[in-house]
């Protein structure tokens, strides 16, 4: 039999449970590392949203894994936004021109625990509490503390794919590499947000 390729995703918000249950499902070895406690046995801020518009494109991958009647049966169709101006009047604005069609809004947290589950179900270790502090792209290698214990475990992989969201520690080492990495970045902040 040959040898699994090792894959390391860093970050379990939505993408990277997901993501992780795909290379499983085609015969990696995964493992997922992620910064905060598990969101399923602990209460724990779900993020910037409470809730998340889920489209078709979003449904997809969801259907491909095996969740997406789920997913489904638990969203609100949204057929669009009502805009209040400053007199007082409303403005329905639908989110799509074609009669019938929404976006669906779903719990976020509800949706990342699910998909934590299923990367479970696919036996794909998941560590919490592990803040990466760097990754070597070039040599696979990841370095992460353990924050309930305080040490630092370094990883070796095959491949390492950063899903770990605008704080991206897998983005701030590639930029670390830029001169002998091949990608282009840019970044803006905005000053309402």
């Known amino acids: 039999m040959a040898k699994k390729e090792k894959v390391t995703v860093i970050g379990a918000g939505l ?5 992780a249950v795909l ?34 494109r979003g449904i997809a991958p969801l259907r491909k894994i095996g ?3 789920d997913i489904l049966s638990e969203t609100v169709a ?3 936004r009502m805009i209040h101006d400053i007199s007082g009047a409303t403005n329905m604005q639908p989110y799509s021109g074609r009669k019938g069609e929404h976006i ?19 036996n794909i270790p998941i560590y919490f509490e592990h803040r990466c502090i760097n990754a070597d792209l070039e040599t696979g290698t990841t370095v992460f503390i353990n924050e309930a214990t305080g040490e630092e475990v370094q990883v070796k992989a095959d491949v390492v794919i950063g899903t770990d969201g605008a704080g991206s520690a897998v983005r701030n080492a590639m930029l670390e590499h830029s001169g002998r990495l091949r990608f282009s970045f840019s970044q803006e902040y905005l000053e309402h947000g």
């Open 67 to 69: 969740l997406g009647r």
């Open 78 to 80: 949204m057929h669009g």
């Open 104 to 122: 669906n809004s779903v719990s976020r947290g509800g949706l990342n625990m699910k998909l934590m589950d299923e990367a479970a179900r696919n």
């Open 23 to 56: 290379l499983a499902r085609r015969g990696y070895a995964v493992s997922l590392y992620e910064r905060r406690p598990d969101m399923r046995l602990t209460q724990i801020s779900a993020g910037r949203s409470i809730n998340l518009a889920l489209s078709d």
């Open 15 to 19: 993408s990277g449970p997901l993501l």
